[in-house]
């Protein structure tokens, strides 16, 4: 054996720095820039190259830093996105445009997306669209839905960049007088944009600097995002810190016993800790509604699902990296499992949960006028079963963090949505006063929530607790998707009802939603669907209900939406069906019934303005028209390619239903002129950091960039709620508002100025220019509070709303808000093969506080719903990985023209209303939608896979053979009109 | 507690590791990690990318290639490569990602023996053979007598793949590689064809092969429909389920047997009228007017 070619010294150049280290074999690339070599803006995602977030220029050439060895690397150049940045022009032009262009959410891709985009401008000068999604089409985001990185690249590699569309749209010096509608068009994809003003080298402009509500400045975040330096979950642990590893389920449900964990340990040095449910000091549950908590941190006797906990293994991280998992001393007795509803509902099924019988976790229902009256009264009724896949949120950071002790109180650092309940849900099972535990969120590399609930965050404490040292973890990308939160399954069975004339009468809607193997936000969805199962239309008579079934699968949780996108597929395909039925235009059906100003909600909520569906159906019209003449057109030709169009609404109540959901937010100013807001309301890269701090500034009569932000923590920043149900915007904007609006006050006051002043923040000093007086208030001579500020103020908004009654009626949002989307598919009827040409999405957003952010959210939520449309279904056990498990890439999102409606809320700050569900929900109906408009099938169980397709093309050739007394198959190619 | 690294710039020295030791092969990675997973890797690897003329397309005087097993899909996919090889070009480009393309070797593809994988059905339709060393000498073997089975090869224990082999292929021959996949990018696919055809003078078929992938354990040639095709216009060309005996469909998260088997006869028949297309187009069929 020749010793001379083995290796154990590696040396390569690392963003022009020479490197030197001993390296095991085989470590990967990745883990050695990321934990040796300090490299942490390479992200890692799935070790499996299936996402390219840890995309590296190796020799110039991009590569998954994962997959590849280190000793692979010796002798060559690799770069990272901090040193491109750094160093290449065309990163640094890239870093602009990606700013300018909110081509950064979250912010985990875009190190990806950054450096393969920089490979592709040194070999490409001015690349096209289709050139970019090629080269980045390896690196998947889950924010964005991609558009508005490939604009990004696209204007970067320009020769002669184009503005960018940024800027502000048009004249907004008339967003305060409420009631006015603005239409505002995305133009991203169209190169039709508006001048910039003024620039710098960071692509700003002097409106990014005031950022008054309705000006499109980029993310306050962006630089930290965009040069590597943004910390999320797994970059901030301290070096000393150990590590752990998870023993779970193999099985969707087994008993199990651990055995002999003393004698294991015996001969394993390195191991410091092995934790169970024996080991939990507190209670050994959790839940995300206490009524409800019903997850053990480790489970105790039986494991209900796969990748369900029962030990955790803490140790020095080179001992845990060395664990041999399948040593560990368990036994595990398979037991018959339940994976369906059906089967979980059989009588012979036994019950998941004691008191849960039949695995019926809850119900919702929602009930108004006579729906069978009305059904039976109606000229036509339609009815459908509609069914829906488990969807992985499959953010591209996997669940990560560290805790330590500090001083005697725990500290976890984690990524997460809702810092406040982390810390209400971790102290009873510690066994710590929740003043004992503090909660510090790390960048957040996507949520869409299911970084809701705990996931990390107990092992890691619990670890801590125990070794009395930091431990970090970081959940492999199998890890994730077997434990955390999907969206629920749904199988629903509904009826509705109209008059031939097209008006709606009577609708029945009943829904039985797979919640896995804990509750989670089960309860939401049941209470949510019946609330939002008519769409936003006018419904005197009207019953919906909906129940949580338990079965031997993850816990379902939260994700955009909460269960409302499965509800507007069954209720939009069916408006479909009726509108198509009665002769009547699909758009035109829609608005007939449209819910109004003043016209009773399902709930029996009547709102007396801000209801938008009907401007956003209205403003898709003039692309309904063109593109459903475009649509026939193209089917002339009658070829294997059809083309069709639909079109689908959504509503969405923003914030808690019927239940308190305050937000409170503090600022203060300091005796240096610094103007502190805390931002409790965590940005997980939708954008609250900015907009939060455009409402809080707009009211303080300040420019945004003169605001510090400090936050999200649990020690310095009140609770400003959790990240979720669309409520930041409207509920956190609201209390940074009164905030921003109590401070002024206090500043004016001062110098008794008219409410018209204007304030200026200078070093150590604020001017206050009233008319034509002005004053400076020398701020050291002011007594400064605990905090150090010398000027402080603290407010709560908690929206209005009204409990339920026994029927759903009551008021349960302060406000909703609205869209439509408007799909183009083209199928193809051999392949069975859906390709989205076009996404046309209308929202009402009241006010937008940040156009560009608003156009963020709308892109990255139609592309979800695509997905869930298309291509996303996750099988417990068989798609727990992004290979198996797809979702959409840079290839399958189209271009999205945004239609920005502006149907101010008297509740909403400056008319805001919320927006980061409403993007998804229209947005599957109307694909499904076009397809049955392409090629006259409804699918009615998603994903509409190729598969799917073509089996409901098979049936369809199969029925029409039959009718025309024909063989099956002597159809092909000769079907029918489209429908 | 992990394995020692060899990377030999010999291919003696790899084989010498090989013989001695229980070690795995490594190329590109981009199987090898994925496979590991979470575990720590206990065996030795043996690098194979730095060997010395392992990298590389060679033309030899008789027409054929030679594509190194280190040869990345990159370098197939920038490669002045005769028409024959453009579905192999097209299959590269459509490997994983150009992350992916940029590590992954086609020997690797070959070895890791997946049905999906997208190098084979190509490599079928060029009469592909692979070129094995061991320490007791070369050995080749044609591409369907090397991979067995899913995820198993004709590899002995201490032998290595050193090389692709392309024999020249028909004059005029053209091909084309369709791949169908749930979405653009980053994708398994569901089935994919590849062909390489020649039309005669007078515009009909006068060489067709045809692979398939994704729909047996292990890519197959459709002969029969091969044998039928020749003297036939590419349009006028159905396939028939007996035209596809040779595959095995099955259910998966991707698609179902059924699906399989009716997409695959529609992949099968655009494909060939596909390269029928260039072979016109390229007046490979001189003066024929409806290829």
Same mark, same amino acid.
């Given at each position: 054996?020749?010793?001379?070619?083995?290796?154990?010294?590696?040396?390569?150049?690392?963003?022009?720095?020479?490197?030197?280290?001993?390296?095991?074999?085989?470590?990967?690339?990745?883990?050695?820039?990321?934990?040796?070599?300090?490299?942490?803006?390479?992200?890692?995602?799935?070790?499996?190259?299936?996402?390219?977030?840890?995309?590296?220029?190796?020799?110039?050439?991009?590569?998954?830093?994962?997959?590849?060895?280190?000793?692979?690397?010796?002798?060559?150049?690799?770069?990272?996105?901090?040193?491109?940045?750094?160093?290449?022009?065309?990163?640094?032009?890239?870093?602009?445009?990606?700013?300018?262009?909110?081509?950064?959410?979250?912010?985990?891709?875009?190190?990806?997306?950054?450096?393969?985009?920089?490979?592709?401008?040194?070999?490409?000068?001015?690349?096209?669209?289709?050139?970019?999604?090629?080269?980045?089409?390896?690196?998947?985001?889950?924010?964005?839905?991609?558009?508005?990185?490939?604009?990004?690249?696209?204007?970067?590699?320009?020769?002669?960049?184009?503005?960018?569309?940024?800027?502000?749209?048009?004249?907004?010096?008339?967003?305060?007088?409420?009631?006015?509608?603005?239409?505002?068009?995305?133009?991203?994809?169209?190169?039709?944009?508006?001048?910039?003003?003024?620039?710098?080298?960071?692509?700003?402009?002097?409106?990014?600097?005031?950022?008054?509500?309705?000006?499109?400045?980029?993310?306050?975040?962006?630089?930290?995002?965009?040069?590597?330096?943004?910390?999320?979950?797994?970059?901030?642990?301290?070096?000393?810190?150990?590590?752990?590893?998870?023993?779970?389920?193999?099985?969707?449900?087994?008993?199990?016993?651990?055995?002999?964990?003393?004698?294991?340990?015996?001969?394993?040095?390195?191991?410091?800790?092995?934790?169970?449910?024996?080991?939990?000091?507190?209670?050994?549950?959790?839940?995300?509604?206490?009524?409800?908590?019903?997850?053990?941190?480790?489970?105790?006797?039986?494991?209900?699902?796969?990748?369900?906990?029962?030990?955790?293994?803490?140790?020095?991280?080179?001992?845990?990296?060395?664990?041999?998992?399948?040593?560990?001393?368990?036994?595990?007795?398979?037991?018959?499992?339940?994976?369906?509803?059906?089967?979980?509902?059989?009588?012979?099924?036994?019950?998941?949960?004691?008191?849960?019988?039949?695995?019926?976790?809850?119900?919702?229902?929602?009930?108004?006028?006579?729906?069978?009256?009305?059904?039976?009264?109606?000229?036509?009724?339609?009815?459908?079963?509609?069914?829906?896949?488990?969807?992985?949120?499959?953010?591209?950071?996997?669940?990560?963090?560290?805790?330590?002790?500090?001083?005697?109180?725990?500290?976890?650092?984690?990524?997460?949505?809702?810092?406040?309940?982390?810390?209400?849900?971790?102290?009873?099972?510690?066994?710590?006063?929740?003043?004992?535990?503090?909660?510090?969120?790390?960048?957040?590399?996507?949520?869409?929530?299911?970084?809701?609930?705990?996931?990390?965050?107990?092992?890691?404490?619990?670890?801590?607790?125990?070794?009395?040292?930091?431990?970090?973890?970081?959940?492999?990308?199998?890890?994730?998707?077997?434990?955390?939160?999907?969206?629920?399954?749904?199988?629903?069975?509904?009826?509705?009802?109209?008059?031939?004339?097209?008006?709606?009468?009577?609708?029945?809607?009943?829904?039985?939603?797979?919640?896995?193997?804990?509750?989670?936000?089960?309860?939401?969805?049941?209470?949510?669907?019946?609330?939002?199962?008519?769409?936003?239309?006018?419904?005197?008579?009207?019953?919906?209900?909906?129940?949580?079934?338990?079965?031997?699968?993850?816990?379902?949780?939260?994700?955009?939406?909460?269960?409302?996108?499965?509800?507007?597929?069954?209720?939009?395909?069916?408006?479909?069906?009726?509108?198509?039925?009665?002769?009547?235009?699909?758009?035109?059906?829609?608005?007939?019934?449209?819910?109004?100003?003043?016209?009773?909600?399902?709930?029996?909520?009547?709102?007396?303005?801000?209801?938008?569906?009907?401007?956003?159906?209205?403003?898709?019209?003039?692309?309904?028209?063109?593109?459903?003449?475009?649509?026939?057109?193209?089917?002339?030709?009658?070829?294997?390619?059809?083309?069709?169009?639909?079109?689908?609404?959504?509503?969405?109540?923003?914030?808690?239903?019927?239940?308190?959901?305050?937000?409170?937010?503090?600022?203060?100013?300091?005796?240096?002129?610094?103007?502190?807001?805390?931002?409790?309301?965590?940005?997980?890269?939708?954008?609250?950091?900015?907009?939060?701090?455009?409402?809080?500034?707009?009211?303080?009569?300040?420019?945004?960039?003169?605001?510090?932000?400090?936050?999200?923590?649990?020690?310095?920043?009140?609770?400003?709620?959790?990240?979720?149900?669309?409520?930041?915007?409207?509920?956190?904007?609201?209390?940074?508002?009164?905030?921003?609006?109590?401070?002024?006050?206090?500043?004016?006051?001062?110098?008794?100025?008219?409410?018209?002043?204007?304030?200026?923040?200078?070093?150590?000093?604020?001017?206050?220019?009233?008319?034509?007086?002005?004053?400076?208030?020398?701020?050291?001579?002011?007594?400064?509070?605990?905090?150090?500020?010398?000027?402080?103020?603290?407010?709560?908004?908690?929206?209005?709303?009204?409990?339920?009654?026994?029927?759903?009626?009551?008021?349960?949002?302060?406000?909703?808000?609205?869209?439509?989307?408007?799909?183009?598919?083209?199928?193809?009827?051999?392949?069975?093969?859906?390709?989205?040409?076009?996404?046309?999405?209308?929202?009402?957003?009241?006010?937008?506080?940040?156009?560009?952010?608003?156009?963020?959210?709308?892109?990255?939520?139609?592309?979800?719903?695509?997905?869930?449309?298309?291509?996303?279904?996750?099988?417990?056990?068989?798609?727990?990985?992004?290979?198996?498990?797809?979702?959409?890439?840079?290839?399958?999102?189209?271009?999205?023209?945004?239609?920005?409606?502006?149907?101010?809320?008297?509740?909403?700050?400056?008319?805001?209303?919320?927006?980061?569900?409403?993007?998804?929900?229209?947005?599957?109906?109307?694909?499904?939608?076009?397809?049955?408009?392409?090629?006259?099938?409804?699918?009615?169980?998603?994903?509409?896979?190729?598969?799917?397709?073509?089996?409901?093309?098979?049936?369809?050739?199969?029925?029409?053979?039959?009718?025309?007394?024909?063989?099956?198959?002597?159809?092909?190619?000769?079907?029918?009109?489209?429908? | 507690?992990?394995?020692?690294?060899?990377?030999?710039?010999?291919?003696?020295?790899?084989?010498?590791?090989?013989?001695?030791?229980?070690?795995?092969?490594?190329?590109?990675?981009?199987?090898?990690?994925?496979?590991?997973?979470?575990?720590?890797?206990?065996?030795?690897?043996?690098?194979?990318?730095?060997?010395?003329?392992?990298?590389?397309?060679?033309?030899?005087?008789?027409?054929?290639?030679?594509?190194?097993?280190?040869?990345?899909?990159?370098?197939?996919?920038?490669?002045?490569?005769?028409?024959?090889?453009?579905?192999?070009?097209?299959?590269?480009?459509?490997?994983?990602?150009?992350?992916?393309?940029?590590?992954?070797?086609?020997?690797?593809?070959?070895?890791?023996?997946?049905?999906?994988?997208?190098?084979?059905?190509?490599?079928?339709?060029?009469?592909?053979?692979?070129?094995?060393?061991?320490?007791?000498?070369?050995? =080749? %073997? *044609?591409?369907?007598?090397? $991979?067995?089975?899913? /995820?198993?090869? #004709?590899?002995?224990?201490? !032998?290595? @793949?050193?090389?692709?082999?392309?024999?020249?292929?028909?004059?005029?021959?053209?091909?084309?590689?369709?791949?169908?996949?749930?979405?653009?990018?980053?994708?398994?696919?569901?089935?994919?064809?590849?062909?390489?055809?020649?039309?005669?003078?007078?515009?009909?078929?006068?060489?067709?092969?045809?692979?398939?992938?994704?729909?047996?354990?292990?890519?197959?040639?459709?002969?029969?429909?091969?044998?039928?095709?020749?003297?036939?216009?590419?349009?006028?060309?159905?396939?028939?389920?007996? =035209? %596809? *005996?040779?595959?095995?469909? $099955?259910?998966?998260? /991707?698609?179902? #047997?059924?699906?399989?088997? !009716?997409? @695959?006869?529609?992949?099968?028949?655009?494909?060939?009228?596909?390269?029928?297309?260039?072979?016109?187009?390229?007046?490979?069929?001189?003066?024929?007017?409806?290829?």
């Amino acid at each position: 054996m020749d010793k001379r070619v083995g290796i154990d010294r590696v040396a390569f150049r690392l963003n022009g720095r020479a490197v030197d280290l001993r390296a095991g074999g085989g470590e990967r690339l990745s883990r050695v820039l990321r934990e040796r070599l300090g490299a942490r803006d390479v992200k890692v995602g799935c070790d499996a190259g299936d996402c390219g977030a840890c995309t590296v220029l190796v020799d110039g050439a991009p590569v998954c830093a994962c997959l590849m060895p280190v000793q692979q690397a010796a002798g060559r150049r690799v770069e990272t996105v901090a040193g491109l940045v750094a160093e290449d022009p065309s990163a640094q032009r890239l870093v602009a445009s990606f700013a300018d262009h909110g081509a950064a959410q979250c912010g985990v891709c875009t190190p990806g997306m950054l450096v393969s985009a920089t490979a592709l401008l040194r070999e490409e000068t001015a690349p096209d669209a289709d050139a970019v999604a090629d080269a980045l089409g390896g690196v998947l985001c889950r924010c964005t839905g991609y558009r508005k990185i490939i604009d990004a690249v696209v204007h970067a590699g320009s020769p002669e960049p184009t503005p960018t569309p940024a800027a502000d749209y048009g004249d907004c010096g008339d967003w305060g007088d409420g009631g006015n509608r603005h239409d505002r068009r995305d133009r991203g994809d169209r190169g039709d944009r508006v001048d910039r003003r003024e620039s710098d080298d960071w692509g700003g402009r002097h409106d990014r600097r005031d950022g008054r509500p309705g000006t499109s400045i980029p993310r306050l975040d962006a630089r930290a995002k965009l040069d590597g330096t943004e910390r999320f979950g797994d970059d901030v642990a301290p070096a000393d810190a150990l590590a752990l590893r998870i023993v779970r389920s193999p099985h969707h449900r087994a008993a199990f016993a651990l055995g002999d964990i003393a004698a294991w340990r015996a001969h394993r040095p390195g191991i410091v800790a092995v934790l169970s449910a024996a080991d939990i000091p507190g209670i050994n549950r959790f839940g995300v509604i206490p009524p409800f908590a019903d997850q053990p941190v480790f489970a105790e006797s039986e494991a209900r699902f796969r990748g369900e906990a029962v030990a955790a293994v803490v140790g020095e991280p080179a001992a845990i990296e060395a664990l041999d998992e399948a040593s560990f001393p368990v036994a595990w007795t398979p037991l018959p499992e339940t994976l369906t509803m059906d089967q979980a509902t059989a009588p012979e099924a036994a019950d998941l949960h004691p008191g849960r019988a039949g695995n019926v976790m809850c119900r919702g229902r929602v009930a108004c006028g006579d729906a069978d009256a009305a059904l039976r009264a109606a000229d036509l009724v339609v009815e459908g079963r509609f069914a829906t896949a488990f969807v992985e949120h499959a953010y591209i950071e996997p669940e990560a963090g560290f805790a330590r002790l500090v001083d005697g109180r725990l500290e976890v650092h984690a990524c997460t949505q809702a810092p406040v309940m982390d810390r209400e849900c971790l102290a009873p099972i510690l066994a710590l006063d929740e003043a004992a535990v503090r909660i510090v969120p790390t960048g957040v590399g996507g949520g869409f929530g299911s970084k809701l609930d705990l996931s990390i965050q107990p092992f890691l404490a619990l670890a801590t607790l125990k070794t009395g040292r930091p431990v970090r973890h970081a959940y492999g990308r199998q890890e994730s998707m077997q434990s955390t939160t999907k969206r629920h399954p749904g199988d629903m069975r509904v009826r509705i009802g109209a008059t031939r004339d097209g008006r709606l009468s009577g609708m029945a809607f009943e829904g039985r939603f797979n919640t896995g193997a804990y509750a989670s936000w089960g309860p939401t969805v049941a209470n949510r669907v019946p609330v939002h199962a008519s769409g936003p239309y006018r419904l005197a008579d009207y019953r919906a209900e909906a129940m949580g079934i338990h079965t031997h699968c993850p816990p379902s949780g939260a994700f955009r939406g909460f269960g409302v996108p499965q509800a507007a597929i069954a209720q939009e395909s069916l408006f479909d069906e009726l509108a198509e039925r009665l002769g009547h235009d699909r758009l035109a059906f829609r608005l007939r019934n449209a819910l109004d100003n003043g016209v009773p909600t399902v709930c029996g909520q009547v709102f007396d303005q801000g209801v938008g569906i009907r401007a956003c159906l209205t403003t898709l019209q003039p692309a309904w028209a063109a593109e459903c003449a475009a649509a026939t057109a193209f089917n002339r030709a009658r070829g294997t390619l059809r083309r069709g169009v639909g079109v689908a609404s959504g509503w969405y109540g923003c914030g808690n239903t019927s239940l308190p959901n305050p937000s409170t937010i503090k600022a203060g100013i300091r005796a240096d002129g610094t103007v502190v807001l805390h931002q409790g309301a965590v940005d997980i890269g939708q954008g609250s950091n900015t907009v939060i701090a455009q409402i809080f500034a707009h009211a303080l009569g300040v420019p945004v960039g003169a605001v510090a932000l400090l936050g999200a923590d649990t020690d310095i920043t009140p609770d400003a709620g959790k990240t979720s149900a669309s409520r930041q915007t409207f509920v956190s904007g609201n209390a940074a508002r009164l905030s921003g609006e109590s401070l002024r006050r206090q500043v004016l006051k001062l110098v008794n100025a008219a409410e018209t002043s204007v304030i200026e923040p200078g070093a150590g000093v604020l001017c206050i220019r009233d008319g034509a007086r002005r004053h400076a208030v020398e701020l050291a001579r002011l007594s400064a509070d605990g905090d150090g500020y010398v000027l402080a103020a603290c407010e709560t908004y908690d929206p209005p709303t009204r409990p339920l009654d026994a029927d759903g009626q009551g008021a349960p949002y302060a406000q909703f808000g609205y869209a439509a989307h408007l799909a183009v598919v083209e199928v193809d009827r051999a392949l069975g093969t859906t390709r989205v040409v076009k996404l046309v999405a209308a929202h009402d957003v009241g006010r937008a506080i940040n156009p560009l952010l608003v156009e963020g959210q709308v892109h990255g939520g139609v592309a979800q719903g695509l997905g869930m449309a298309l291509m996303e279904e996750y099988l417990p056990g068989r798609t727990e990985n992004l290979q198996d498990y797809l979702i959409p890439t840079m290839g399958d999102v189209p271009p999205i023209e945004t239609l920005i409606v502006e149907e101010a809320d008297a509740h909403g700050p400056y008319g805001a209303k919320g927006l980061g569900e409403h993007a998804l929900i229209p947005t599957a109906p109307a694909i499904l939608n076009a397809i049955k408009h392409a090629i006259g099938v409804r699918i009615t169980q998603v994903p509409a896979t190729p598969a799917r397709v073509r089996a409901a093309l098979r049936r369809q050739e199969h029925e029409q053979a039959q009718a025309q007394g024909r063989e099956p198959g002597q159809q092909r190619g000769q079907e029918g009109e489209d429908g | 507690m992990t394995g020692e690294y060899f990377a030999p710039t010999r291919l003696d020295e790899a084989l010498d590791v090989l013989a001695t030791r229980d070690a795995v092969v490594v190329a590109g990675g981009t199987d090898y990690y994925p496979a590991l997973g979470t575990r720590a890797e206990r065996r030795d690897l043996v690098d194979l990318s730095r060997i010395a003329g392992l990298r590389g397309i060679e033309r030899l005087a008789d027409g054929s290639l030679r594509i190194g097993a280190a040869t990345t899909w990159s370098d197939v996919a920038r490669a002045a490569l005769p028409p024959a090889c453009a579905g192999l070009q097209a299959a590269a480009r459509g490997v994983g990602s150009v992350q992916i393309q940029n590590s992954a070797t086609l020997a690797g593809n070959l070895c890791n023996a997946s049905p999906a994988a997208d190098g084979v059905p190509p490599l079928l339709t060029l009469d592909a053979a692979v070129e094995i060393a061991g320490r007791s000498g070369r050995r =080749h %073997l *044609a591409l369907q007598d090397f $991979i067995l089975g899913p /995820r198993r090869t #004709a590899l002995r224990p201490g !032998e290595v @793949v050193v090389a692709i082999r392309l024999p020249a292929p028909p004059a005029g021959a053209v091909s084309a590689f369709h791949k169908l996949g749930a979405r653009r990018y980053l994708v398994i696919s569901i089935a994919m064809t590849a062909v390489v055809l020649s039309l005669g003078p007078d515009g009909r078929i006068a060489a067709l092969r045809v692979a398939v992938g994704a729909c047996s354990p292990v890519a197959r040639r459709l002969g029969a429909l091969e044998a039928e095709a020749v003297g036939r216009y590419a349009d006028t060309l159905a396939v028939t389920p007996a =035209h %596809l *005996a040779p595959l095995s469909p $099955i259910d998966d998260v /991707r698609a179902d #047997a059924a699906y399989r088997h !009716e997409a @695959v006869a529609e992949q099968v028949q655009r494909a060939v009228r596909a390269a029928a297309a260039v072979a016109a187009a390229a007046g490979a069929g001189a003066g024929a007017g409806d290829g």
